[in-house]
């Protein structure tokens, strides 16, 4: 691991891949391909953000030039990302308080009041390209959430590429949900929840992404899952992960699309990448890590969008407290504490409302992982080889978690109810007990396992460059 300076910005390099084997820009001027424009339009959420930079940083560094289409809602700093143009589209979120809606509301606006801006301006960049021969057309990557990105694509018969910012075990629970509708599994019994889903194993009905949605808002989901999971005109799909981690899911993946799954991930160490962080990191929890022994410290974070109640809050400071271990919390502006927070923290604990988190998962002192199982802290913890206490909240959180405890046995599960004496018990069991110490080395070895697939010559080199000529030639 190293720091690299980009931009006056601290930023990551895990273990940087080489990309030398790649043709450079230059090679593929030479070769009459021109200098290949890939638009990206990222769903404005952290957890997509960051992988869809993620690949634009990668895709740029093998010759193509970047330009991000970009909400006014949440958008990256263009001034981390000197390499990429960046294009606004105007969405109706601005001008509201999207914080009172929820995820699924956001994305229907998006995708409704997002198309003719996109539109409008896409046909603007081709008018001025037109005279340049040497340009070919833009071709679109969007976030499968994003799905009016692919309409404009199609409407201006422009060449369109999905990514998928979760699992690829994630993806395929959304194309079962109409065989599971048909069959009268949804909306989920409460009797069913622990009986194993058809065709998914290990997945129980609780861990679906739609798991506690009922009726009108049930309906609502799986219309927008049908929609995020209809390739349409797509000519492939490029999921964040890799084979050495997810191989039968991305097998079935395979056979379901009718279009080639490329598994370019884990897309945060593969080049370094400016922080794409909508919040501004707390670098002073480096400086506290520092000063904390060897794998000591439990770092605690349910990523950007999960929340819990006061009552909650109470119970996880109590449990953590408890546990006598040291923690470094992260509690987003906004949280709403109980009044008796302070005490209850005590000494041991180091709270900050936002944090440079794969510099804090990679630090000596991290020994566990408290985490809600976002696919990016999953993947970012996989990497660094800390064992996690897994807590998901919602949606793909689920999915993810039973792969980290029942796939990988790289986690510990959380008992929901989230009482503080099984809070503590759960801290004592990663951190202290042989069944933790058994987690780490088998995390330890996944990493290894990732490490081995992304040098040169493996199976992520092959997905790069079969993407690669795929974009080349759409
Ligand atoms: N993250 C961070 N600092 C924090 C908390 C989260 O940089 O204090 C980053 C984290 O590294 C990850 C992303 O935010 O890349 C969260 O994505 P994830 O898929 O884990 O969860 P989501 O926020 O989408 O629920």
Same mark, same amino acid.
């Given at each position: ?64 030039s970047i330009t991000v289409a970009h909400t006014r809602f949440n958008f990256p700093n263009p001034d981390n990302h000197p390499d990429f143009t960046f294009l606004p589209i105007q969405d109706t979120l601005f001008d509201r308080d999207a914080s009172s809606m929820d ?99 290990p997945l129980r009905f609780k861990d679906l992404p739609i798991a506690n949605f009922k009726n009108k808002n049930l309906d609502i989901l799986l219309q927008q899952t049908t929609r995020t999971s209809d390739i349409r005109s797509s000519s492939a799909i490029i999921c ?36 794409? /962080? &909508?919040?501004? $990191? ?8 520092? =000063? ?5 410290? @439990?770092? !605690? ?109 790289? /986690? &510990?599960?959380? $008992? ?8 503590? =018990? ?5 951190? @202290?007990? !042989? ?40």
């Amino acid at each position: 691991m190293g720091l690299d300076n980009c931009s006056g910005k601290q930023v990551l390099t895990l273990r940087p891949v080489s990309l030398t084997t790649f043709h450079r820009e230059e090679e593929m001027e030479k070769q009459g391909w021109g200098l290949r424009k890939l638009v990206l339009v990222p769903c404005p959420f952290q957890g997509h953000i960051n992988p869809m930079l993620q690949l634009g940083n990668l895709l740029h560094a093998i010759g193509f030039s970047i330009t991000v289409a970009h909400t006014r809602f949440n958008f990256p700093n263009p001034d981390n990302h000197p390499d990429f143009t960046f294009l606004p589209i105007q969405d109706t979120l601005f001008d509201r308080d999207a914080s009172s809606m929820d995820v699924t509301d956001v994305i229907s606006c998006l995708n409704i009041s997002c198309k003719a801006p996109l539109k409008n301006s896409l046909t603007q960049i081709m008018e001025r390209e037109k005279e340049d021969h040497s340009h070919k057309l833009p071709c679109i990557i969007y976030d499968g959430s994003m799905y009016f990105a692919e309409a404009v694509a199609h409407e201006l018969e422009l060449p369109s590429i999905m990514l998928r910012t979760t699992s690829a075990a994630t993806f395929l629970t959304y194309y079962s949900f109409p065989q599971l509708l048909r069959e009268g599994y949804l909306p989920l019994q409460e009797a069913m929840s622990l009986a194993l889903v058809p065709g998914l194993y290990p997945l129980r009905f609780k861990d679906l992404p739609i798991a506690n949605f009922k009726n009108k808002n049930l309906d609502i989901l799986l219309q927008q899952t049908t929609r995020t999971s209809d390739i349409r005109s797509s000519s492939a799909i490029i999921c964040n992960t890799i084979d050495c981690l997810e191989q039968s899911s991305l097998a079935r993946l395979q056979q379901q699309c009718k279009v080639p799954v490329f598994p370019i991930g884990p897309l945060h160490t593969i080049v370094p990448t400016a922080s794409s /962080g &909508l919040l501004k $990191d707390d670098r002073s929890c480096i400086e506290w890590l520092d =000063k904390q022994t060897h794998n000591s410290v @439990l770092y !605690v974070s349910l990523g950007s969008i999960a929340s819990m109640n006061k009552n909650e809050l109470r119970e996880m400071a109590k449990g953590l407290t408890n546990s006598r271990q040291p923690f470094l919390w992260v509690l987003r502006p906004g949280s709403l504490l109980p009044d008796d927070f302070n005490e209850l923290i005590g000494e041991r604990g180091l709270i900050v409302k936002w944090a440079p988190q794969k510099e804090v998962l990679a630090h000596k002192a991290i020994g566990g992982f408290w985490s809600h199982c976002g696919w990016n802290s999953t993947l970012e913890s996989i990497c660094a080889g800390v064992p996690m206490i897994c807590q998901p909240c919602f949606g793909d959180q689920r999915v993810n978690a039973r792969l980290l405890t029942h796939v990988w046995k790289v /986690g &510990l599960a959380m $008992d929901s109810s989230l009482v503080s004496i099984e809070i503590e =018990k759960a801290i004592r069991r990663l951190m @202290l007990d !042989v069944e933790g110490h058994e987690l780490r080395r088998k995390i330890i070895n996944l990493k290894e396992k990732i490490e081995l697939c992304t040098q040169e010559g493996a199976s992520f080199y092959n997905s790069l460059s079969e993407l690669r000529k795929c974009i080349l030639s759409c």
